[in-house]
Nanobody
Framework: EVQLVESGGGLVQAGGSLRLSCVASGFTFGDFHIGWFRQAPGKEREGVVCISSSDGRIVYRDSVKGRFTMASDNAKNTVYLEMNSLKLEDTAVYYC??????????WGQGTHVTVSS
Protein backbone atom coordinates (compact mmCIF):
# COMPACT_ATOMS: atom_id res chain seq x y z
CA GLU A 1 0.00 0.00 0.00
CA VAL A 2 1.35 3.39 -1.01
CA GLN A 3 1.79 5.74 1.93
CA LEU A 4 3.01 9.31 1.93
CA VAL A 5 3.34 11.04 5.28
CA GLU A 6 4.04 14.77 5.41
CA SER A 7 5.41 16.68 8.37
CA GLY A 8 7.19 19.90 9.19
CA GLY A 9 4.40 22.41 8.80
CA GLY A 10 3.67 25.07 11.35
CA LEU A 11 3.30 28.76 12.03
CA VAL A 12 6.03 31.03 10.74
CA GLN A 13 6.41 34.75 10.26
CA ALA A 14 6.63 36.20 6.80
CA GLY A 15 10.19 36.00 5.57
CA GLY A 16 10.87 32.90 7.60
CA SER A 17 11.63 29.34 6.54
CA LEU A 18 10.24 25.87 6.95
CA ARG A 19 11.31 22.46 5.73
CA LEU A 20 8.61 19.98 4.95
CA SER A 21 9.31 16.26 4.85
CA CYS A 22 7.50 13.47 3.06
CA VAL A 23 8.27 9.90 4.01
CA ALA A 24 7.21 7.40 1.36
CA SER A 25 6.52 3.69 1.67
CA GLY A 26 4.78 0.92 -0.19
CA PHE A 27 6.70 1.30 -3.44
CA THR A 28 10.25 1.42 -4.72
CA PHE A 29 11.18 4.99 -3.92
CA GLY A 30 13.44 5.69 -6.86
CA ASP A 31 11.04 4.26 -9.43
CA PHE A 32 8.43 7.01 -9.16
CA HIS A 33 8.35 10.78 -9.12
CA ILE A 34 7.13 12.70 -6.10
CA GLY A 35 6.01 16.31 -6.09
CA TRP A 36 4.13 18.78 -3.93
CA PHE A 37 0.90 20.64 -4.26
CA ARG A 38 -0.97 22.90 -1.86
CA GLN A 39 -4.48 24.04 -1.13
CA ALA A 40 -5.29 27.28 0.62
CA PRO A 41 -8.61 27.77 2.43
CA GLY A 42 -11.37 28.43 -0.04
CA LYS A 43 -9.09 28.02 -3.02
CA GLU A 44 -8.41 25.33 -5.56
CA ARG A 45 -5.49 22.98 -5.34
CA GLU A 46 -2.34 24.24 -7.07
CA GLY A 47 0.89 22.55 -7.95
CA VAL A 48 4.01 23.74 -6.16
CA VAL A 49 6.73 21.56 -7.63
CA CYS A 50 6.79 18.43 -9.72
CA ILE A 51 9.06 16.35 -11.89
CA SER A 52 8.41 16.24 -15.58
CA SER A 53 7.66 12.71 -16.74
CA SER A 54 9.10 13.43 -20.18
CA ASP A 55 12.54 14.74 -19.29
CA GLY A 56 12.91 14.54 -15.53
CA ARG A 57 13.18 18.29 -15.01
CA ILE A 58 12.05 19.72 -11.71
CA VAL A 59 9.34 22.26 -12.44
CA TYR A 60 8.47 24.92 -9.86
CA ARG A 61 5.42 27.10 -9.74
CA ASP A 62 6.44 30.61 -10.82
CA SER A 63 5.48 32.15 -7.51
CA VAL A 64 7.86 29.89 -5.55
CA LYS A 65 10.83 29.89 -7.91
CA GLY A 66 13.98 30.92 -6.13
CA ARG A 67 12.35 30.45 -2.73
CA PHE A 68 11.39 26.76 -2.61
CA THR A 69 13.67 23.81 -3.26
CA MET A 70 12.74 20.16 -3.51
CA ALA A 71 15.30 17.53 -2.63
CA SER A 72 15.27 13.84 -1.85
CA ASP A 73 17.16 11.37 0.30
CA ASN A 74 16.80 7.98 -1.31
CA ALA A 75 18.36 6.23 1.68
CA LYS A 76 15.54 7.57 3.86
CA ASN A 77 12.74 7.31 1.29
CA THR A 78 12.12 10.97 2.01
CA VAL A 79 11.43 14.03 -0.11
CA TYR A 80 11.94 17.49 1.33
CA LEU A 81 10.50 20.85 0.43
CA GLU A 82 12.71 23.66 1.69
CA MET A 83 10.70 26.87 1.81
CA ASN A 84 12.44 30.19 2.32
CA SER A 85 11.31 33.82 2.28
CA LEU A 86 7.79 32.69 3.04
CA LYS A 87 4.93 34.99 2.14
CA LEU A 88 1.40 35.30 3.47
CA GLU A 89 0.12 33.79 0.24
CA ASP A 90 2.08 30.61 0.90
CA THR A 91 -0.36 29.75 3.67
CA ALA A 92 -1.97 26.44 2.75
CA VAL A 93 -2.09 22.73 3.43
CA TYR A 94 0.85 21.16 1.65
CA TYR A 95 0.66 17.66 0.24
CA CYS A 96 3.34 15.47 -1.23
CA UNK A 97 2.07 13.38 -4.09
CA UNK A 98 3.10 10.41 -6.16
CA UNK A 99 3.37 11.08 -9.84
CA UNK A 100 4.88 13.43 -12.37
CA UNK A 101 3.76 16.85 -13.51
CA UNK A 102 1.08 15.41 -15.75
CA UNK A 103 -0.86 13.91 -12.87
CA UNK A 104 -0.62 13.04 -9.21
CA UNK A 105 -2.14 9.69 -8.37
CA UNK A 106 -1.80 9.45 -4.61
CA TRP A 107 -1.04 11.87 -1.79
CA GLY A 108 -0.72 12.10 1.96
CA GLN A 109 -2.83 13.74 4.62
CA GLY A 110 -1.08 17.07 4.27
CA THR A 111 0.71 19.39 6.63
CA HIS A 112 -0.49 22.88 7.50
CA VAL A 113 1.69 25.90 6.81
CA THR A 114 0.57 29.25 8.17
CA VAL A 115 2.53 32.39 7.41
CA SER A 116 1.78 35.37 9.61
CA SER A 117 2.59 39.04 9.19
Amino acid sequence: EVQLVESGGGLVQAGGSLRLSCVASGFTFGDFHIGWFRQAPGKEREGVVCISSSDGRIVYRDSVKGRFTMASDNAKNTVYLEMNSLKLEDTAVYYCALGGCSSFVSWGQGTHVTVSS
